[in-house]
């Protein structure tokens, strides 16, 4: 399932501001509470900084397991696809988060918590 921040582009393709990330906020929480995801897989910085509240960089965000909300959801960082068409070398930390995501997932689904590092 994909859920974004923001349920419409900003225009111009500029960051939300802080209003926006707050408007459509109640939205997301409620499609997260509604779904109840196994593991998040927060693609790109904005979407890492507001599930986070963080300001940290995405590339010291990836190979650990962050933890959303209350239930403590598993949250993975990569980087967003747009960032990989300026930067393509950068695919394979993308192939290894995803690796990385995919085994935390399996881990989850067997009811084994654990000490996960990248």
């Known amino acids: 399932y994909i859920a974004n921040i923001l349920k419409c582009r900003p225009p111009g393709n500029r960051d939300p501001s802080a209003d926006e990330v707050a408007c459509c906020q109640p939205y997301l929480l409620q499609q997260i509470a509604l779904i109840q995801p196994t593991l998040i897989l927060a693609v790109g910085r904005i979407a890492a900084h507001k599930l986070l509240h963080t300001t940290t960089q995405v590339g010291r ?12 959801i598993p949250l993975i960082v990569t980087y967003h696809p747009a960032y990989l068409l300026r930067s393509p070398l950068e695919k394979r930390k993308v192939w290894e988060d995803l690796r990385f995501a995919q085994a935390v997932y399996k881990q989850q689904l067997a009811g084994q918590a654990g000490n996960y590092r990248l």
């Open 61 to 72: 965000l990836r190979g650990t397991v962050h933890h959303f909300g209350e239930q403590e």
